[in-house]
Each structure stands twice: as structure tokens, then as C-alpha cells.
């Protein structure tokens, strides 16, 4: 069935969840103003999975409105009540590059203790490409959790600051293979003759995939 502004509606205002579930993964079908008038319907849904697929969509549907997208996902940044919609905000606020929403990730990031959301706000530092995520970003990777020194590593990378490079290198031996990965991707993302050495060593590393990604940036 072709998707028209009007049966997104019905479906958006129906009873049954799945219904707005659905109509959400096709609002991409309908022109982008269209689509942000509708999702409006969806951002306080009373189901968080609705919630977390409207404000994910946000994330290719809002660059025909980034300001007002930005107040929609900073009101879901403070104010949800599950984590997972708040990630999800964290997560289009990077997709989108609203490097406005800036200090409302490093504010949350500092307030919250849920490993979920703190994943996606370093994630999004890094897409924002803002070199203010630097500090945030080194400051992850003296922490306990490898998922999110994994995580930060790569937004180093991403976020293309070459101060990162000595703190990326001090983790070319680091435990987890993950971690060690994410070194050689961000530190081939980087180059220069200053990364050579540190990726000749994970060119050799136990692990297949972390040689195998490291050789990638040695042959390019």
C-alpha cells in the first residue's frame, strides 16, 4: 500500500502500536516536511519503543528542519523516561551534526551513570566533529568499561584531532581485541608518519581482525 500523508496519520493515531511502529519506518516514503509534521505525532508517545523509533528516524528525516529537530531531540535528551529514547537522542543529535546540541551531550554525559546512554554520547561527540569533545572523549578511555573505551576510541578517530594520537597508542595493547581494533581504525583514519610504528605492532596482533584492519592503513 502506496503511503500518503493521510494514512501515515491514521496510522500514526492508531490504537495499536504496531501500527505507529510501522508507519514510522515508512515516513522516509512521504517528502521530508510532511514526514516532520507527522513524527510530531509520535515524540510523546505512551510507548517507549514508539518513542525511541520516532526520535531514531529523526536522524534521516530532520535535515529539512535541524533547529527545530534539535529542540524535539534536546526535550528527549532531558526529559525521557527510558534510557534507550535518550541514547536515541544522543544518537540523531550526531547523525544530524548539531553541533548546538553540544552542551547538552557533555552535560548529560556528566550527570549519568547509564553505560547505554554514555555510549551513544560519546558516539555523537565524535560524529559532531566539535574539537570541545576532545577532554570528554580522552577522560572515556580511562575507564573500566572496554565497550565504552572502545566507543571513545573510535569518536577520537572520527573526530580527526591529531593531539589523540599518543593516548591512541597508549592502547595499542590494551586487553580487549575491540579496543585494539578501534586503535587501528582511528589511528589509520589519522595517519602520518607518527601512527606507522604503533600500527606495524597490530599489524601483527593475535587476533586476525585486528591485523587485518591495522594492514588495511599500512598498504593504503
Not at 526520535?55 to 534521516?60: E, M, P, R
Not at 591529531?162 to 595517519?191: E, S
Request: net charge negative; with cysteine; proline share 2%.
Amino acid at each position: 500500500m502506496t503511503l500518503t500523508s493521510e494514512t501515515a496519520r491514521q496510522m500514526l493515531t492508531s490504537e495499536a502500536y504496531e501500527q505507529r511502529l510501522s508507519a514510522i519506518n515508512r515516513l522516509t516514503d512521504l517528502p521530508p516536511d510532511i514526514a516532520l509534521e507527522l513524527v510530531q505525532l509520535v515524540l510523546k508517545d505512551t510507548k517507549a519503543r514508539v518513542r525511541y523509533a520516532a526520535i531514531s528516524k529523526l536522524a534521516t528525516i530532520g535535515q529539512h528542519d535541524p533547529a527545530q529537530c534539535l529542540e524535539w531531540l534536546r526535550h528527549a535528551l532531558r526529559t525521557d523516561s527510558e534510557a534507550d529514547v535518550r541514547a536515541a537522542a544522543a544518537d540523531s543529535i550526531g547523525a544530524l551534526k548539531l553541533t548546538d546540541g553540544f552542551d547538552d551531550l557533555k552535560t548529560l554525559y556528566g550527570e549519568t551513570k547509564d553505560w547505554i546512554i554514555q555510549l551513544s554520547i560519546l558516539a555523537a561527540l565524535g560524529a559532531l566533529g566539535d574539537l570541545r569533545s576532545f577532554d570528554i572523549l580522552v577522560e572515556a578511555l580511562d575507564g573500566e568499561n572496554d565497550l565504552i573505551i572502545a566507543i571513545a576510541v573510535g569518536a577520537l578517530g572520527e573526530l580527526g584531532d591529531r593531539r589523540a594520537i599518543p593516548v591512541l597508542v597508549q592502547r595499542a595493547n590494551h586487553a580487549d581485541w575491540q579496543v585494539r581494533y578501534r586503535v587501528a581504525q582511528a589511528l589509520g583514519h589519522l595517519g602520518g608518519e607518527d601512527v606507522v610504528n604503533a600500527l606495524t605492532q597490530l599489524s601483527q596482533d593475535e587476533v586476525p581482525q585486528v591485523a587485518e584492519e591495522a594492514k588495511i592503513y599500512l598498504l593504503a
